[in-house]
């Protein structure tokens, strides 16, 4: 029986910190169909706009091989560090002029727009055309020295016991002394963290003390 | 503490490790894009890329559709799964040639969670269109 009530307790503890695992709701969204064709020009200058038009919005174009056509680009997310967009613009030869297609990737939502509208501003690059702004991509804060009271990246202590630290960084990771690893997001003043369950905590006015849920946290500078 | 109470301590304890170990693993997903193969089948219709380019894209995503009426471009996605949507993509585009086509490849993959990454998935349309193309 108390082995049972053990075991018991062994799988509400799993499915507690299961629950607490944010599910990322992700996608790929990728948009084909735009082309374009010209009587007039040659496949590099079609090479030299495709180019031109896709380092317009993603960096670093490249051509698949020397004389393909076929270039490519990647963009990045930097508040992620992670690869969330790419287009690829194909160029074919025709007996008179060129046929140029625009393919786009993003993934959504770490991307801020979507493939279409990426694409239709690339395509609108090369031939004209209304570009619409896109929204902006978000870009690295720089991590904060000192006490910065905006947000909770640094080194916390607990004031109940001194050797209890906590590590706090810019992507919302947390970790502690012993190497637990958790997580933070602050709404205004209310902080939650994912740390041994899910805890709501409250940042002091002057955003050096964390406090809530049994802990009290001071920021240490 | 009783031995009893150690051991439901311990194994609560295990449980939370567990549970939480995994979040100090979880890699951050990024996008991958794959410009595969372009090649010109001599000889062969432009209907029957249009038709490969269907049965490849359905049996290694789903749902293919040609973008337009008599396009020759065709675009699926993978099945999306209960945490995500689709986290998969291709595009197959089919051009018709004097006596001949040419099709072209394309791919995404958000990596994780897609097993595949945008080249392994577009190595397997390659060899679904080509084997359906036979």
Redesign the interface.
């Known amino acids: 029986m108390?082995?049972k009530?053990?075991?018991w307790?062994?799988?509400?503890?799993?499915?507690?910190?299961?629950l607490?695992?944010t599910?990322?709701?992700?996608?790929?969204?990728?948009s084909?169909?735009i082309?374009y064709v010209s009587d007039t020009g040659s496949l590099s200058d079609c090479s030299a706009k495709a180019k031109a038009a896709l380092e317009t919005y993603l960096p670093g174009a490249t051509e698949?091989s020397p004389g393909?056509g076929?270039w490519?680009a990647?963009g990045q997310n930097i508040a992620?560090?992670?690869?969330?967009?790419?287009a690829?613009v194909?160029c074919?030869p025709l007996a008179k002029g060129y046929?140029v297609?625009f393919?786009c990737?993003?993934?959504?939502p770490?991307?801020p727009f979507g493939a279409h509208a990426l694409c239709l501003n690339i395509a609108h690059k090369f031939y004209g055309g209304a570009i619409t702004p896109l929204a902006a991509m978000p870009t690295a804060s720089p991590v904060p020295t000192g006490c910065a009271t905006t947000n909770l990246v640094g080194s916390w202590v607990s004031d109940n016991d001194s050797k209890r630290t906590f590590t706090m960084q810019l992507n919302g990771?947390l970790?502690d002394n012993d190497?637990?690893?958790?997580?933070w997001i602050i709404d205004g003043s209310t902080v939650n963290l994912?740390?041994?369950g899910n805890h709501t905590l409250k940042l002091s006015p002057d955003g050096k003390h964390l406090s809530g849920a049994g802990y009290n946290l001071t920021r240490k500078c | 503490m009783t031995r009893i109470s150690r051991c439901r301590v311990a194994l609560l304890a295990a449980g939370l490790i567990a549970a939480f170990g995994s979040l100090s693993t979880r890699a951050p997903a990024a996008l991958d894009m794959n410009v595969g193969v372009s090649k010109v089948v001599q000889n062969q219709p432009v209907s029957a890329c249009n038709s490969s380019a269907k049965t490849a894209l359905n049996a290694v995503l789903q749902n293919a559709v040609q973008l337009g009426v008599d396009t020759g471009e065709w675009l699926a996605f993978g099945a999306p799964d209960s945490a995500n949507g689709s986290t998969a993509a291709a595009a197959i585009h089919c051009y018709p040639l004097a006596a001949a086509y040419l099709v072209t490849f394309t791919c995404a993959a958000q990596v994780p969670p897609s097993p595949d990454s945008a080249a392994a998935l577009c190595t397997k349309l390659t060899a679904a269109f080509d084997s359906g193309a036979r």
């Not at chain 1, 307790?9 to 299961?18: D, K, P, Q, R």
């Not at chain 1, 599910?23 to 990728?30: C, E, P, Q, R």
């Open positions: 108390n082995v009530r053990g075991l307790l062994f799988a509400i503890a799993i499915l507690l910190g299961s607490s695992h599910a990322a709701v992700a996608s790929v969204d990728l084909s169909g082309r698949s393909s076929e490519f990647m992620t560090g992670a690869s969330s967009s790419g690829t194909r074919y046929v297609t393919i990737a993003v993934q959504l770490a991307n990771d970790t190497g637990v690893s958790g997580n994912t740390y041994y």
